[in-house]
């Protein structure tokens, strides 16, 4: 069970970093390597440490050709190329990568009161105030067919905030589509790319018969960022934060992962006051789930369930499949973007406690996905601000294929 134990590698490691006169991670001359450690796993795990590097596996790739991505300081590269692992470069200078980010934009002026938010939102990242901004433009917009909502409070008291949209059938009265985005702190796409998604049904709704269809076939919550304190601390601190910012008794270390913590088939401590508890209560929704998916990056793959175990299956598993082909199809259209599809288990790796598990079993979601977008590890979490349009574009291809055939 090689790759259940390399799962324990995820825990992040005790790393000197370097900070500029803000208080800001500096992340300059690291470089990023794919490593391949074959069956050296736990040997690996104690030379990254010794080495100070920084593990950015989100996924390890399939259980039969597992890798890690890992970022090494430059002081350290010449001791890391030493050690001869079977490796390929990613990046050769991560704070480069970051610099390509670009600048946070100013939040785009509104042409008139109830407009929608222009589409150059989408050409850069924001600061997090604006994405509340963003979020309360396209409901003012749309102010009839939708609402604001919340997902309760994270654990530094922000609001998790969101948005309901509902059809002419009025609101709650369709099955839900619920969309999560920036569960992890930072892969920052994942929060743009489901904003660029409500922004097509809202411009939409009143001049294309298919996706008023869509709305009024389905009521949709959408939280793009359902991790906040983790994403205020990516753009303040720490652009590689992973988790979010709870503290917990008993431990210096500050984070939970909130997308390893829904209370299903999960044995850590404290699943009650777990942040996955609070988003799955959200979720007992009286028409039911059609869909829900939890966005993330990066890696390119569509993820059914199950991740606790390989030999499960979900009871409507050939339809999740052949939806799942047919949706990276759809994405693969525009600019030819591969996403690789099929259960978690089976695709890369046993993994407890994930939401798509708790919405398939506990709230009875028909399908239950999590979606890693761009890219396959080159640019990785820091995807540059001019991929965030065509991400968000082949995407709402995928949905619109999605939403008219599940
Ligand atoms: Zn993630």
């Given at each position: 069970?090689?790759?259940?134990?390399?799962?324990?590698?995820?825990?992040?490691?005790?790393?000197?970093l370097r900070l500029d006169r803000r208080g800001k991670v500096i992340y300059d001359g690291y470089k990023i390597f794919r490593v391949a450690p074959g069956d050296n796993v736990a040997d690996f795990e104690a030379r990254l440490e010794s080495l100070e590097a920084i593990d950015l596996t989100h996924n390890h790739g399939h259980i039969d050709e597992e890798h890690f991505d890992i970022a090494v300081p430059p002081e350290n590269l010449s001791?890391?190329?030493?050690?001869?692992?079977?490796?390929?470069?990613?990046?050769?200078?991560?704070?480069?990568?970051?610099?390509?980010?670009?600048?946070?934009?100013?939040?785009?002026?509104?042409?008139?009161?109830?407009?929608?938010?222009?589409?150059?939102?989408?050409?850069?990242?924001?600061?997090?105030?604006?994405?509340?901004?963003?979020?309360?433009?396209?409901?003012?917009?749309?102010?009839?067919?939708?609402?604001?909502?919340?997902?309760?409070?994270?654990?530094?008291?922000?609001?998790?905030?969101?948005?309901?949209?509902?059809?002419?059938?009025?609101?709650?009265?369709?099955?839900?589509?619920?969309?999560?985005?920036?569960?992890?702190?930072?892969?920052?796409?994942?929060?743009?790319?489901?904003?660029?998604?409500?922004?097509?049904?809202?411009?939409?709704?009143?001049?294309?018969?298919?996706?008023?269809?869509?709305?009024?076939?389905?009521?949709?919550?959408?939280?793009?960022?359902?991790?906040?304190?983790?994403?205020?601390?990516?753009?303040?601190?720490?652009?590689?934060?992973?988790?979010?910012?709870?503290?917990?008794?008993?431990?210096?270390?500050?984070?939970?992962?909130?997308?390893?913590?829904?209370?299903?088939?999960?044995?850590?401590?404290?699943?009650?006051?777990?942040?996955?508890?609070?988003?799955?209560?959200?979720?007992?929704?009286?028409?039911?789930?059609?869909?829900?998916?939890?966005?993330?990056?990066?890696?390119?793959?569509?993820?059914?369930?199950?991740?606790?175990?390989?030999?499960?299956?979900?009871?409507?598993?050939?339809?999740?499949?052949?939806?799942?082909?047919?949706?990276?199809?759809?994405?693969?259209?525009?600019?030819?973007?591969?996403?690789?599809?099929?259960?978690?288990?089976?695709?890369?790796?046993?993994?407890?406690?994930?939401?798509?598990?708790?919405?398939?079993?506990?709230?009875?979601?028909?399908?239950?996905?999590?979606?890693?977008?761009?890219?396959?590890?080159?640019?990785?979490?820091?995807?540059?601000?001019?991929?965030?349009?065509?991400?968000?574009?082949?995407?709402?291809?995928?949905?619109?294929?999605?939403?008219?055939?599940?």
């Amino acid at each position: 069970m090689k790759f259940l134990k390399s799962l324990l590698l995820v825990a992040p490691l005790t790393v000197a970093l370097r900070l500029d006169r803000r208080g800001k991670v500096i992340y300059d001359g690291y470089k990023i390597f794919r490593v391949a450690p074959g069956d050296n796993v736990a040997d690996f795990e104690a030379r990254l440490e010794s080495l100070e590097a920084i593990d950015l596996t989100h996924n390890h790739g399939h259980i039969d050709e597992e890798h890690f991505d890992i970022a090494v300081p430059p002081e350290n590269l010449s001791a890391f190329e030493g050690l001869n692992f079977t490796s390929e470069v990613l990046t050769e200078d991560l704070g480069v990568d970051i610099a390509l980010e670009g600048e946070f934009a100013e939040y785009p002026e509104l042409s008139a009161v109830a407009a929608l938010p222009s589409l150059s939102w989408f050409n850069a990242y924001h600061a997090y105030s604006d994405h509340l901004t963003f979020l309360k433009d396209i409901q003012s917009s749309f102010s009839s067919n939708s609402e604001l909502i919340t997902a309760g409070k994270s654990f530094e008291g922000r609001d998790i905030q969101g948005i309901h949209l509902w059809g002419s059938g009025g609101k709650d009265s369709k099955p839900a589509v619920y969309f999560h985005g920036n569960v992890h702190a930072r892969e920052w796409i994942s929060s743009k790319v489901v904003e660029y998604l409500t922004y097509q049904l809202v411009a939409n709704y009143n001049n294309d018969t298919t996706i008023k269809g869509f709305l009024d076939s389905y009521d949709f919550y959408i939280l793009p960022i359902v991790n906040p304190d983790g994403f205020l601390y990516t753009q303040t601190t720490n652009r590689l934060w992973r988790k979010n910012r709870q503290t917990r008794s008993g431990t210096s270390a500050v984070g939970t992962d909130v997308n390893r913590n829904w209370p299903y088939k999960w044995d850590g401590e404290g699943s009650s006051t777990s942040p996955g508890s609070a988003l799955g209560d959200q979720l007992a929704k009286k028409k039911g789930i059609k869909l829900y998916i939890d966005w993330h990056s990066y890696g390119q793959y569509i993820l059914t369930p199950y991740g606790y175990s390989c030999s499960a299956a979900a009871s409507n598993q050939a339809k999740q499949n052949s939806l799942a082909k047919n949706t990276a199809s759809a994405i693969a259209k525009p600019y030819g973007t591969q996403f690789t599809t099929g259960p978690i288990c089976s695709t890369l790796y046993a993994a407890a406690g994930g939401s798509n598990d708790y919405v398939t079993d506990v709230n009875k979601a028909e399908f239950g996905w999590a979606i890693e977008l761009r890219d396959t590890g080159r640019n990785g979490f820091t995807l540059p601000a001019n991929q965030i349009l065509p991400t968000g574009i082949e995407v709402w291809e995928g949905m619109k294929y999605l939403f008219a055939n599940m």
